[in-house]
């Protein structure tokens, strides 16, 4: 089975400017997560995302993140304006359904976002 | 809210050799899972070893278990057997368990322990 995909790897821009991150599930999974992790931490929940409705969105920063996951499918994550603070390895999860709740989460490479 | 913690932020052991990795969580919830997953430099998170609190048995996986401590609310990782390819750094999480089909909630994660396996 082919893993989560995310794209792209690395990404470098400058302060005030604006970015996107992209993430393909593992398929049939209908839950799928963004993270953040910033060095020398752990990831934190940005969103989550059912279907296509959201789960859980009350740590990500409304006022310049908006993520979307369109068909209940592939789903891309932005940063409008970005700011220094925002330096951190994005990282998509998906987990499957069915009938048995609970299951882990599968997750992707990440993307490594510098801001200079 | 949850939280996680992971008081080591480094450790080393030598190949062959067996190392504890701590964790200790706070909750009020009654039934929840809790995961140890491995992130190896530069390369994606996968899970190593998953515990259910309702379980009174230590989840193992090949050189992998854990030690369980519910009342304590602890939850340490013990490798066997230590190779080089287990150097990484080790990520202790929390997920509250859901009773709903098909769902699942986000993971807590503490700020993780870098695992260092020596020649």
């Known amino acids: 089975e082919a893993g989560v995909a995310q794209s792209p790897r690395y990404k470098i821009i400058e302060k005030r400017q604006s970015v996107a991150f992209w993430c393909n599930p593992i398929?049939?999974?209908?839950?799928l997560y963004w993270y953040q992790q910033i060095l020398g931490q752990g990831p934190k929940l940005l969103i989550q995302?059912?279907?296509?409705?959201?789960?859980?969105d009350s740590q990500l920063p409304k006022d310049r993140f908006s993520a979307e996951r369109l068909k209940g499918v592939d789903s891309t994550l932005k940063i409008q304006p970005a700011k220094l603070e925002d330096s951190a390895v994005y990282l998509c999860?998906?987990?499957?359904?069915?009938?048995?709740?609970?299951?882990?989460?599968?997750f992707g490479d990440g993307t490594r976002l510098s801001i200079l | 809210a949850q939280t996680v913690t992971q008081s080591q932020p480094e450790m080393s052991v030598q190949e062959a050799e067996t190392v504890t990795l701590s964790c200790t969580y706070d909750?009020?919830?009654?039934?929840?899972?809790l995961f140890w997953y491995k992130q190896p430099p530069s390369r994606q998170m996968i899970l190593v070893i998953r515990?259910?609190?309702?379980?009174?048995q230590n989840a193992t996986e090949n050189r992998f278990s854990v030690n369980f401590q519910k009342a304590a609310k602890s939850f340490s990782l013990k490798i066997s057997d230590s190779q080089l390819g287990d150097t990484a750094m080790y990520f202790c999480?929390?997920?509250?368990?859901?009773?709903?089909?098909?769902?699942?909630?986000?993971?807590?994660f503490g700020k993780g322990t870098k695992l260092t396996v020596n020649p």
């Open positions: 999860a998906s987990s499957p359904t069915g009938r048995v709740p609970n299951q882990p989460q599968h």
């Open positions: 398929s049939g999974h209908a839950t």
């Open positions: 995302f059912q279907n296509n409705g959201v789960v859980d």
């Open positions: 909750t009020s919830e009654n039934n929840y899972y």
């Open positions: 515990q259910e609190a309702y379980k009174q």
């Open positions: 999480a929390f997920m509250k368990r859901v009773s709903w089909q098909g769902g699942s909630e986000k993971l807590v």
